[in-house]
Each structure stands twice: as structure tokens, then as C-alpha cells.
């Protein structure tokens, strides 16, 4: 199988999970909800097994690595300002939607900052520098 009809065979899988899990919410079946989410991840990993390999070049890992680092520089910002736009004016009912907002989006900030980190640390023994 090609990774091109592998993706689409992926999408596929994707949409009838989601599906299966909105009816299975619906008529509050966890069950049915649990076993469509295993099914499909066995069946995406069965799938993925015969996907011939794809070679990947220098270039499309840096273009990868540079739009990566542009979507983080752009959302952790964003979201920092969002939060600090919604709590600050209502700072003195804290018990209100966009204050409890404000809290949601500084804590995917400070996630994002931290799986950030985290990746970049890696990397970095991974791949480069080890300063000694």
C-alpha cells in the first residue's frame, strides 16, 4: 500500500471512529465508545504495518522544523495575550466564564512551553550539543 492511500484509508478509520464515538455518546454506550476507539487504533496499526517507506530529505525536515518553530512562535504568544485579555478585566469576579477562560488559555500556554522544552531538551542530547 502507498502512504498516499494509506493516508486516505487513515482518514477513513478516523471518520468512522468519531462517528461510532458521537453515537456511542449519544445513547451513552461507554462500552461501544471504548471498543470503536481500540478497534481503530488496531486497525490503523495493522494498516500502517504494510505502508512501503517513504524517503524523506534534509530539506523537507528543516521546512518541517521551520514552520514548526513559526506556529509555536505565533500561538504560545497569542494565547498568552488572549489570557491575559480575559482575566485582567475580569479579575474581580473570578467566578465568571472569561475569567475561568483566561485561566484555560495560560495553562495550554504554559503546556506548550513545556512540551517545548521538553522536546527541545531531547533533541538536543539526541542529536547535538552536549555541554559538558
Known amino acids: 500500500m502507498s502512504y498516499k492511500n494509506y493516508k486516505i484509508v ?3 478509520i478516523a471518520m468512522f471512529m ?6 456511542a455518546i449519544s445513547v451513552e454506550n461507554v462500552l461501544l465508545a471504548v471498543s470503536a476507539i481500540g478497534i481503530g487504533m488496531i ?4 494498516i500502517k504495518k504494510n505502508v512501503k517507506a517513504v524517503l524523506v530529505d534534509e530539506m523537507i525536515k528543516n521546512i518541517a522544523g521551520k514552520s514548526a518553530l513559526i506556529a509555536y512562535s505565533i500561538t504560545v504568544p497569542a494565547l498568552a495575550v488572549l489570557s ?3 482575566m485582567f478585566p475580569n479579575f474581580n469576579s473570578e467566578g465568571s466564564y472569561l475569567y475561568n477562560l483566561g485561566i484555560i488559555f495560560s495553562y495550554i500556554a504554559l503546556f506548550n512551553m513545556a512540551i517545548y522544552s521538553l522536546a527541545y531538551y531531547y533533541y538536543q542530547k539526541k ?4 555541554n559538558k
Not at 486497525?43 to 495493522?46: E, Q, R
Not at 542529536?127 to 552536549?130: E, P
Open 18 to 23: 468519531a462517528m461510532t464515538v458521537s453515537i
Open 43 to 46: 486497525s490503523i496499526f495493522l
Open 84 to 86: 491575559l485579555v480575559f
Open 127 to 130: 542529536y547535538g550539543r552536549d
Open 10 to 12: 487513515r482518514i477513513f
